[in-house]
Structures are given as structure tokens and as C-alpha cells.
């Protein structure tokens, strides 16, 4: 699976659109971008993932660069609760067996 | 529904002692299961996945072992506890043979080996 890299913290205020960098540039074209949280001393949680194309549901926006070698997860209008650890994961739609987590980006949503 | 119980929440043990996790399944049939370990302020370490009752895969070497005696159980496990073990344990499950499937992530248990 690609490796990922995402800054290791980032700051946000509430009511304001939470932007969260991913950089996987070694991604295969079978491998999928997926979006997780961990709000603490919880599980993880899923939030969206896609292949090649622009995402949105209930929880956020996931924005693929047309070249696949990086992503955006956008919080529209963060709040107090959506502050979390944050990992982007790339896996092959094959290998269902293997979800590697990284450090993830620590987001801090301030009143 | 599907739901995932994991217990107990936490877990204050001795070294040398024996582990037993469990975790189970709700409202799905043949999931794949996981155990995952996350190390204080550390991202989430795979331990063991199982696709199916009495198989088990392990993704590192440990003191730990993992059955799946049943379709919705999975038991994580250790003969004798090490300080090492201490950790944030997580079961998760995902839909077998499916593409995109996420993984759904239990609670969790907070071991402490003292």
C-alpha cells in the first residue's frame, strides 16, 4: 500500500472550514483514499474515501487531485467536536484485509 | 443495525498474567475482524485479521494470540502479560468481499500492565 504524509497538526476556528492536506504520491490506480477520525480515547471513525473523483456526504468533502497524488478532506463548518486526530489511509480495493494507520494530523477546532 | 462490543473498557494488570479481549458482532454474517493496538500519542498498529471462524492471520510477532471460535467473536489473548502490552486495544470488522469496505471500529479496551 502507498505511504501517506499529512502535517502532524493544524489549528482551525469554529465555524470555519477545516482544510486537511494528504500527500500519497506513490498511489497505485487500484488504490483508494480513505478518510478516518479518532476523537480521543475512542475508536477510530470512517468519514469518506474515494478513487478519482470528488466526494461528498453528511460528514465532509474529500477533493482528489486529477494526477491522484494528493487529497484534501474539508470540514465545512468545523465545531468543537470535530477536534480529532485525523488519518488519510490508501489501500488497494483488493486487499481488504489491511487498513495501515499513520500518525494522522491532530485537529484542533478553537472557539 | 450492526453494532460492535469490545470489553472490558479497561484493564489494569500485572505482568505475568493472563489477557483475555473480547469482541463481538451484531447484525452482520462473516465479517472480516481485526485487532488493532495503538501505543499512547502512536498511530494503529494491525495485529491479527481473521476472514473467517478458526482463521487467523498475524501481522506482527508478539506475545499475543487471537482466536475466532465463533462467526462474530474474536478473542485477543496472552499467556503472560508483558509491560510492553500496555496499550489502547481495538477490534474492528469490514464486509467481506467487498471492494470498498470500510472498517467499523469498537470502543476499545485500555490495558495497563504494571
Known amino acids: 500500500d502507498a505511504k501517506t504524509t499529512q502535517p502532524p497538526s493544524m489549528d482551525c476556528a469554529e465555524g470555519r472550514a477545516a482544510n486537511l492536506p494528504c500527500n500519497h504520491s506513490?498511489?497505485?490506480?487500484?488504490?483508494?483514499v480513505y478518510w478516518y477520525r479518532q476523537i480521543h480515547s475512542q475508536g477510530p471513525q470512517y468519514i469518506i474515501h474515494?478513487?478519482?473523483n470528488n466526494e461528498t456526504n453528511e460528514m465532509a468533502s474529500l477533493i482528489i487531485t486529477e494526477d491522484r497524488k494528493s487529497s484534501t478532506l474539508i470540514l465545512p463548518h468545523a465545531t468543537l467536536r470535530d477536534t480529532a486526530v485525523y488519518y488519510c489511509i490508501v489501500r488497494a480495493s483488493y486487499n481488504n484485509n489491511d487498513m495501515r494507520f499513520g500518525a494522522g494530523t491532530r485537529l484542533t477546532v478553537k472557539p | 443495525s450492526q453494532t460492535i462490543h469490545q470489553w472490558p473498557a479497561t484493564l489494569v494488570q500485572p505482568v505475568g498474567s493472563p489477557l483475555s479481549l473480547e469482541c463481538t458482532v451484531e447484525g452482520t454474517s462473516n465479517p472480516n475482524l481485526y485487532w488493532y493496538r495503538q501505543a499512547a500519542g502512536r498511530g494503529l498498529q494491525l495485529l491479527f485479521y481473521?476472514?473467517?471462524?478458526?482463521?487467523i492471520s498475524s501481522e506482527v510477532p508478539q506475545n499475543l494470540s487471537a482466536s475466532r471460535p465463533q462467526d462474530r467473536q474474536f478473542i485477543l489473548s496472552s499467556k503472560k502479560l508483558l509491560l510492553s502490552d500496555s496499550g489502547f486495544y481495538l477490534c474492528?470488522?469490514?464486509?467481506?468481499?467487498?471492494?470498498?469496505?470500510?472498517?467499523?471500529f469498537g470502543p476499545g479496551t485500555r490495558l495497563t500492565v504494571l
Open positions: 474515494g478513487l478519482k
Open positions: 474492528a470488522w469490514s464486509e467481506a468481499h467487498s471492494a470498498n469496505n470500510e472498517q467499523f
Open positions: 506513490t498511489i497505485s490506480g487500484n488504490e483508494y
Open positions: 481473521s476472514v473467517g471462524i478458526g482463521q
